[in-house]
């Protein structure tokens, strides 16, 4: 539901980032319809990726530029006007608390930052959806905690709804929605 925070588990292999994938428009599913925000996949997939906003794994920045360059680039993807553009970017790198390392290269970042700026990324077009993909997997629990502290905050203040793939039952406890998936089928579903 709009404005929740839906929780995604399963094992390795269970089918969570083919679900993601399918999500952003990256594969089409074998059946079934799929409505994104209102948008159904496969026919509307250009309204769906203006809507959503996503961290993956991986991050995809580029490791030579720094934090404001990969930012600054992104926000240009979506044909803001300049001032828009602008009010983007400060509001992504405020969101995130990114002010203190934008001027560094995102190679050269810890594993906290790199997962602030990937998300700063992922807010630069302000989406109503925030889909994270295992997003504080290897990161040690103080940063997890202050990434966390960080996301509930954005989705209070901004009404996001937060679409969270994990393998950390304590972040899944937090969810208003937990869904289980197992060998691409769901499994369990409840609060």
């Not at 906003?53 to 044909?79: I, K």
């Not at 077009?125 to 103080?142: A, M, N, S, V, Y």
């Not at 997890?144 to 989705?155: A, D, P, Y």
Request: proline share 3%.
């Amino acid at each position: 539901k709009e404005g929740q925070l839906y929780a995604f588990l399963g094992h390795n292999g269970a089918g969570k980032s083919t679900t993601i994938h399918m999500l952003c428009t990256f594969l089409k599913p074998d059946a079934g319809r799929v409505r994104v925000n209102g948008y159904e996949l496969g026919r509307e997939d250009g309204e769906i990726r203006r809507s959503i906003g996503v961290v993956f794994q991986e991050g995809l920045l580029d490791g030579l530029l720094t934090v404001e360059e990969n930012l600054r680039t992104r926000a240009r993807f979506y044909a803001m006007g300049h001032r828009e553009e602008e009010g983007a970017f400060r509001e992504a790198v405020r969101a995130v608390g990114a002010e203190e390392f934008l001027k560094r290269p995102y190679g050269r970042l810890s594993g906290g930052q790199r997962r602030r700026a990937d998300i700063a990324r992922a807010l630069i077009h302000r989406p109503r959806l925030l889909i994270l993909d295992e997003p504080t997997t290897g990161l040690d629990p103080q940063t997890r905690g202050s990434v966390w502290e960080m996301i509930r905050r954005l989705q209070r203040e901004n009404g996001m709804t937060v679409f969270l793939t994990t393998h950390y039952m304590e972040e899944a406890a937090v969810a208003d929605y937990v869904t289980v998936m197992d060998h691409g089928c769901l499994t369990a579903a409840g609060t």
